[in-house]
């Protein structure tokens, strides 16, 4: 479809959540045009449409020979009248496929194709396994398996079983397809290169893209490259080597390198927790010597304090060592008279004189005391 046919928007991101539209980033161009066709419709078509559409399904869509015929006339549209939304009916689009192991890319597939058109009836066909296996290859899900997987895609509205590898103009008359989706990529059969030639020739065919990364092919090689990782899995979880197509030697490799990966896993737990208690004991061993410094300073403050120079330990022993010298020598007793004076130095002559005559020493004072007459007439 031309980028030129498509409205440019004119909701906001309000009403298109109320509406129920898949929007997505803008950086993905399949969202992108799909969100455009969305508000393109709202144009064109009358909301009371969309209010009867469920977000979801809750039933598995049902598989054509399932569903009434339908007796009313019908007549393929065009595309232009198709895009152009005055279509009163669903716009019935087929998408066609194996859809081994069902994934993202299958389904980002058959959004694109339900969203094709503003109202759209999604029938999908899926190839039996005896088909698939003649043109493709061998398949991982049976033909029961992938049917039921699609049943419960939210975008089906119908499903073909064991549909055709090419699409006739019969098969498209009798299920009244309006439009065939599929990626452009050409698809090469026997006979052709591609498959939907004709289709495109016709003017029914609409391009889908495909999910770059994705697909049934890249999931096998991903199995098949770490394959002894998903043998050892599974003998892990119980299965039997039997199951799983594995010899006896394999068997004891494979169940040696389990336990020697149980063993890697145990010891990286256990150094994680080694680390984890290392760091804790680093975190406390920290905190400790910062309460250390704290304490170490505070001592030696207190140290300082009570023995340093002016600490109050000498303060004391100054003040009590002149107190007990005090104590022990004190102060002699003052004197009677001074000293100097003339009185006293004749009571000391008298005294000297006095010791001299006991003594007998003639050298100190002759040989005796001598009175004068003057003495003497006065006593």
């Known amino acids: ?18 509406k129920g539209y898949i929007l997505s980033s803008a950086d993905d161009p399949i969202m992108s045009t799909i969100s455009k066709r969305k508000r393109r419709a709202e144009e064109s078509l009358d909301s009371v ?46 998408a066609d496929g194996i859809y081994d192991l069902f994934h993202a890319g299958h389904a980002r597939a058959l959004m694109q194709a339900k969203n094709l058109f503003p109202n759209t009836y999604l029938i999908v066909g899926v190839c039996s396994d005896n088909l698939t296996h003649s043109m493709k290859g061998y398949t991982v899900l049976s033909e029961t398996e992938r049917y039921e997987a699609l049943r419960h895609c939210r975008y089906i509205d119908e499903i073909v079983r064991d549909a055709p590898w090419t699409c006739t103009s019969e098969f498209l008359d009798e299920h009244r397809v309006d439009f065939v989706a599929h990626d452009d990529i050409p698809y090469g059969a ?28 890249d999931i096998i090689t991903r199995i098949v490259r770490d394959y002894d990782t998903y043998v050892r899995r599974n003998l892990a979880r119980g299965y039997s080597a039997k199951d799983l197509n594995v ?21 990286k737990r256990v150094e994680s927790k080694t680390k984890q208690v290392v760091r804790n004991i680093e975190g406390k061993s920290h905190e400790l010597i910062q309460k250390w410094e704290e304490k170490s300073r505070e001592f030696i403050g207190n140290f300082l304090e009570f023995f340093g120079a002016d600490g109050t330990w000498n303060t004391f022993w100054r003040d009590g060592t002149s107190i007990i010298r005090q104590a022990l020598s004190p102060p002699a007793s003052p004197s009677r008279s001074p000293p100097d004076s003339p009185s006293s130095s004749r009571s000391t002559e008298g005294f000297d004189g006095l010791e001299g005559a006991e003594g007998g020493d003639p050298g100190a004072g002759g040989s005796g005391i001598e009175f004068s007459d003057s003495d003497s007439e006065e006593d």
Request: glycine share 4%.
């Open 190 to 217: 026997a006979g052709t290169d591609d498959v939907y030639k004709d289709i495109k020739a016709k003017g029914m065919f609409m391009a889908t893209q495909r999910t770059e990364g994705i697909s049934t092919s």
């Open 1 to 18: 479809m031309d980028d030129e046919n498509v409205v440019q928007p004119m909701s906001t991101l309000e009403s298109d959540k109320k």
């Open 247 to 267: 010899s006896y030697i394999n068997e004891k490799k494979f169940a040696i390198q389990n336990r020697v990966d149980r063993v890697k896993d145990k010891m």
């Open 49 to 94: 449409y969309y209010d009867k559409q469920p977000l979801a399904h809750y039933t598995p869509a049902p598989f054509s020979e399932e569903l009434p015929p339908c007796l009313e006339p019908w007549r393929r549209v065009t595309r232009e009248e198709a895009l152009s939304g005055r279509v009163t009916r669903p716009i019935r689009v087929y």
